[in-house]
């Protein structure tokens, strides 16, 4: 296994961030890290880069005992944490220079990553010249340099406009082919075009952890419906198999069931019987943003 947890908390005085969490990961595999905030997906990361130590539980990357040999363990592990911290003042390359003189790299090296993420027009530059997203950059290809076997990537797309975006996605992609990617992010269309499993946590708790395409046959359907005058909300509650709902505009509702059954007919059926005319009705593919709400909301 190149990534092994388990039974993993971590206590912050009165707060539990973690709950006895324990996973695992292999080779070749690309996981999206994902919860709501505050639900101690940083605080994962950092344990399992060995920055922080947890309260109790084990930590394996690559076989090597994080929590007894942190050190060796970080030789094998690409960092891009959330908050990237870059020295500001230096040249990019002479700052990734330095990043290979502490991994004991080929210099020959730098070049390779300088045009694997993109910043080949922007290398003479000091990185405070730089824009977010080109910092980021910066920042993916010093977690790269040293050729990692687990790469950890926290938010690794923050500030990046939609071409870099797209960018990025494939160069993870291209490197989750011989390594494990681990990597959070809020952007649910990043997971299901990058990813092939999913983890998400909530309140330190791991609530799901499931390839991607068997969390996508749960049943959920995705209905947009649009009456002739708005309804309350009581109305819409007396609709079966209903996991979620909102009030999009006056008189239009998205609705997502949890059904094998089609449920627009039960909304016909429903409108008939409230005296409501329908003036639109759409279905729509259930996609990952929607089983985010589904596990994580209250």
């Not at 999009?248 to 509702?253: A, C, H, L, V």
Request: hydrophobic share 35%.
């Amino acid at each position: 296994m190149s990534i092994k947890v388990s039974s993993v908390s971590k206590i912050y005085k009165t707060q539990k961030a973690l709950n006895s969490i324990s996973f695992s990961a292999e080779k070749g595999q690309i996981i999206g890290f994902l919860g709501p905030n505050g639900a101690g997906k940083s605080t994962m990361m950092k344990i399992l880069t060995g920055f922080i130590k947890p309260n109790e539980g084990e930590v394996f990357v690559d076989e090597i005992d994080v929590l007894q040999n942190p050190l060796e363990a970080q030789k094998t592990i690409g960092y891009l944490p959330e908050h990237n911290p870059l020295y500001a003042d230096m040249y990019v390359r002479e700052y990734l220079q330095f990043q290979a003189s502490i991994f004991k790299v080929d210099k020959s090296e730098i070049e390779i990553c300088i045009e694997k993420v993109g910043l080949t027009t922007e290398a003479h530059k000091k990185i405070n010249q730089l824009s977010k997203g080109y910092q980021q950059r910066v920042g993916l290809a010093a977690a790269i340099l040293h050729n990692p076997n687990v790469l950890i990537l926290d938010e690794p797309t923050t500030g990046l406009d939609p071409n870099q975006l797209v960018e990025i996605r494939e160069l993870i992609k291209e490197l989750g082919k011989d390594k494990t990617v681990l990597f959070s992010t809020h952007i649910m269309q990043e997971v299901e075009a990058v990813c092939d499993r999913v983890i998400i946590i909530k309140n330190g708790k791991l609530l799901v952890d499931k390839p991607l395409q068997e969390l996508k046959k749960d049943n959920l359907q995705n209905i947009e419906v649009t009456f002739d005058y708005k309804i309350e909300e009581q109305f819409i509650q007396k609709l079966p198999n209903i996991v979620s709902y909102k009030n999009n505009y006056d008189n239009t509702w998205y609705i997502t069931f949890k059904s094998k059954e089609d449920m627009r007919p039960k909304i016909f059926d429903f409108a008939q019987e409230n005296g409501l005319k329908i003036l639109g009705l759409n279905g729509y593919n259930k996609n990952l943003e929607t089983l985010f709400r589904e596990v994580t909301s209250n």
